[in-house]
Structures are given as C-alpha cells and as structure tokens.
C-alpha cells in the first residue's frame, strides 16, 4: 500500500527566501501530484509528474520527481505572502485514487 | 472553465439521521471520486467509480456509505446513519485521462452534532 509522507509539516518562511518541501513515497507511483489548499478551501492542482527526472515550474514554485529515490521536491523561490496555504503531495497507483501526505503548511513572514 | 460542483456548501445534521451529498462532475470526465478531509488532517480516499459501479473504495467506506449516479449527472455520496466522527469536509473529484489530472469540487463541510 502506497504511503506518502511529507516534511516538514509546519514551514515559517521570510519573503525572499528560498525553501523545499519534500515528500517521500513507500511503493512505486505512476503519477505524483502537488496542491496547494487555502484554509476552508478546496484543493488547487499545482503540478503533475509523470516520469523520473521530470520537472516543471510555475512562478515561484517548482516541483521535481526522482523515481528511483521515491522522492518528490517542492522549491519555492523568493517567497511572497501569497504563497502562505497548505500545500500536498500525492501518490497515485490507480487511475486517480490518491494517496496524501499529511500537508505542508508554509506561513510567509514579511 | 467546466468544474465540479457540489451541493450543498454546508451540512449541519444530527447523529444518526442520513445525508445525502451531491455532485455534479466535469461532463466529458470519465473517473469519479469522493475524498473526506477531517479538519486540520490530510485527505483520504473514499471510494472511486467508474462505468457506474464502485472500482475501489477504502476501509473508511464502510456499509454505512453509498455512492451512486442516479441519472447520469449527478454522483452521490449517501451516509446512512451518521456519526459524530463523519463531521468533515468532503470532496468530489474527477480525473481527466488526456491530462493526467484530478479536478477536486468546492466541497462539503458536514457537521454531526
């Protein structure tokens, strides 16, 4: 059964700075997704990774996926308040049933 | 931009009593799920469907729940008999083949009291 874990959980950031998220799986995943959630909203679709290797950015964000290691990354690139939300990782071995990480949630200080 | 939408916002329901929680999928999409969120917790997978029956489900679907499209629109989600412990938010979704993405509904929040 697919596990996915993330850390850290709880990420407090200044403006301007650079951070990762990492999210670790137990089993092969055909696809590994990123979301960002707002408090008390639903789940935004940031990124899909398909193959090892693959990396794809937007804005600030990007994301990367190494099969071999199980190891998915988040980079954010000169935070901004508007990146504060709970961001996801998740592993998928079906066609979309998803299986999560416990969530990120980065708070961006000016 | 089609969406997944899903009545009602909010469910406020007293233990024991049925709900019912509706969606209405992206029409071409093929592929439907329904996830719960506990406040503060991660999302966890409920049951998926696909050609009008259950293709997988997870050990919290239990007998108490029920999924069906009773007219090819809508998708349902049926808690029998709620619990205290079913207060959560939750998520219809739909999963597009061509884009390898899943498309999550606004959500509903239910509270048993």
């Known amino acids: 059964e697919l596990k996915v874990e993330q850390n850290p959980l709880f990420l407090s950031m200044q403006e301007g700075k650079n951070y990762t998220i990492y999210c670790n799986y137990s089993?092969?995943?055909?696809?590994l997704y990123w979301y960002r959630q707002d408090p008390g909203k639903s789940l935004e679709s940031l990124f899909v990774?398909?193959?090892?290797?693959a990396v794809k950015q937007e804005g600030r964000l990007m994301a990367s996926l190494d099969t071999k290691a199980r190891l998915s990354t988040l980079h954010i690139t000169a935070a901004v308040h508007d990146l504060s939300a709970t961001y996801f990782c998740?592993?998928?071995?079906?066609?979309?049933?998803?299986?999560f990480g416990d969530g990120t949630t980065l708070t961006v200080k000016p | 931009e089609p969406e997944v939408t899903q009545t009602p916002s909010h469910q406020v329901t007293q233990m024991g009593q049925e709900v019912i929680l509706r969606c209405v999928p992206i029409?071409?999409?093929?592929?439907f799920y329904w996830y719960r969120q506990i406040l503060g917790q991660k999302v966890e997978f409920l049951v998926s469907?696909?050609?009008?029956?259950?293709?997988?489900k997870s050990e919290i679907f239990d007998d108490q729940f029920s999924v069906e499209r009773p007219d090819g629109s809508n998708f349902t989600l049926k808690i029998r008999s709620t619990k205290l412990e079913d207060s959560a938010m939750y998520f219809c979704?739909?999963?597009?083949?061509?884009?390898?993405?899943?498309?999550f509904g606004p959500g509903t929040r239910l509270t048993v009291l």
């Open positions: 998740a592993g998928n071995t079906n066609a979309g049933k998803s299986t």
């Open positions: 089993t092969t995943s055909d696809r």
């Open positions: 990774l398909l193959s090892n290797g």
């Open positions: 029409s071409n999409h093929l592929y």
């Open positions: 469907f696909y050609n009008n029956e259950i293709s997988e």
């Open positions: 979704a739909t999963y597009l083949v061509s884009t390898d993405t899943q498309y």
